[in-house]
Nanobody
Framework: QDQLEESGGGSVQAGGSLRLSCLDS????????LGWFRQIPGQEREGVAT???????KYADSVKGRFIISRDNAKHTLYLEMNDLKPEDTAVYYC?????????????????????WGQGTQVTVSS
């Protein structure tokens, strides 16, 4: 019954903004680390940002200063505000939740802990 569903993707010109949302049906939403990841076809999935049940978000260097991760526990929703978008941000974006408590970082060595994933939403940035 733990389902995550992303929305808010679309096409935008470089320099524009988008806000992604992720609705999580799981009961443990407020207790665990959540994250946004992205993948370009043919490439490895990349961590974008993570947010634990408390504390500030953690970001990949490529998005630091442009993207903001946030959560609304009452609405069981995770957000990713994306500003100053670049063509290299084009990818399918996924939200995910940890299956059990673990270190909450977007780097590849921490992806193993994310056990619940959405189906993804496409973001396309044109130059």
């Amino acid at each position: 019954q733990d389902q995550l569903e992303e929305s808010g993707g679309g096409s935008v010109q470089a320099g524009g903004s988008l806000r992604l949302s992720c609705l999580d049906s799981g009961y443990a939403f407020s207790s665990y680390c959540l994250g946004w990841f992205r993948q370009i076809p043919g490439q490895e999935r990349e961590g974008v940002a993570t947010l634990d049940h408390s504390g500030p978000g953690k970001y990949a260097d490529s998005v630091k200063g442009r993207f903001i991760i946030s959560r609304d526990n009452a609405k069981h929703t995770l957000y990713l505000e994306m500003n100053d978008l670049k063509p290299e941000d084009t990818a399918v974006y996924y939200c995910a939740r940890q299956r059990k408590p673990a270190a909450c970082y977007p780097q590849p060595e921490f992806q193993w802990s994310f056990g619940y994933w959405g189906q993804g939403t496409q973001v396309t940035v044109s130059s």
